[in-house]
């Protein structure tokens, strides 16, 4: 059976690097994973790339997206992606565990961040070249940083990375609409769904399961998703559901029947009913085109 490879982040460090935070000029990064990045896989971190050079496409769970000067994309644990380079690439890279950040802001969370708020929000924006500039600075000193030996380093690190993302908001704020929730209560409520979601999405597929796990009814669960992400609560478990579905239907040795157990539906039948009807192609289709 064949399995989406899981990148750790240990796989990246030098021997002498902080255990849970990487970085790299995005150049000498692909050059030294060239066997990996062409493949689709996933992380076990939070990924953040900027692009100074270069184009092609970069595919994130089944959506595609085009890299030109001034992209930056956003990754976190799980997602599954890879890179299709038509010219020589050129920018930084940093990734890092959760920890990294939340254990030292001990009052923030990663999510507070639009590009990390919700897997609904979009995973990239192209910065304008006046502020690709200044950002490739930052990146930069990133990068200097991280490869430097000096007192309080992971200190600074983090507090460089906590500016890129508060100056990335702001552009990703005037690059992609971000969807506004009416209270700090909606927006956890809508965190502890989706991670609810990511537990039990293969073996409970109803809104009032989820609403009972956050002591709320199912109707004002729809009301938080609707005013969230303009989605109900049911079309975000089956978006979950049909993600992990592609993936296992392109990249596992499982047989259809097997995927559909796997997320489970014990009739094939109705699992390629539903599957069709939300992509408008058959199990079998979508593996083939795919292909």
């Not at 982040?9 to 790299?24: G, M, P, W």
Request: glycine share 2%.
């Amino acid at each position: 059976m064949q399995h989406i490879p899981i990148l750790n982040i240990e796989q990246f460090e030098k021997e002498e690097s902080l255990a849970d935070f990487y970085s790299n000029d995005l150049q000498q990064h692909l050059k030294k994973n060239a066997q990996i990045i062409h493949k689709p896989h996933k992380h076990d971190f939070f990924l953040c790339v900027l692009f100074c050079k270069g184009s092609g496409v970069h595919e994130i769970d089944f959506n595609t997206y085009p890299i030109r000067p001034g992209s930056v994309f956003f990754l976190k644990p799980g997602q599954t992606h890879f890179w299709n380079f038509d010219s020589t690439p050129e920018g930084y890279i940093f990734f890092h565990t959760p920890d990294f950040y939340e254990l030292y802001f001990l009052n923030r969370k990663l999510s507070q961040f639009p590009f990390y708020y919700s897997l609904k929000n979009p995973p990239d924006l192209v910065l304008k070249s006046e502020e690709l500039a200044s950002m490739a600075a930052r990146f930069n000193e990133i990068n200097i940083e991280y490869y430097n030996d000096s007192t309080y380093k992971k200190q600074k690190l983090i507090t460089l990375v906590n500016l890129t993302y508060i100056d990335l908001t702001r552009h990703y704020a005037n690059y992609e609409p971000i969807k506004k929730v009416l209270s700090s209560t909606y927006l956890q409520a809508l965190e502890r769904l989706e991670s609810n979601i990511e537990k039990c999405y293969k073996t409970e597929k109803s809104a009032k399961f989820y609403a009972d796990k956050l002591h709320i009814t199912p109707k004002h669960l729809n009301r938080i998703t609707k005013v969230t992400l303009n989605k109900t609560t049911t079309e975000l478990i089956t978006e979950r559901v049909l993600l992990e579905a592609k993936r296992l239907i392109v990249h596992s040795g499982n047989s259809l029947t097997e995927v559909a157990e796997k997320l489970g539906y014990e009739d094939y039948a109705y699992f390629s009913r539903v599957f069709k009807l939300k992509t408008g192609k058959t199990p079998l289709e979508f593996k083939k085109n795919y292909q």
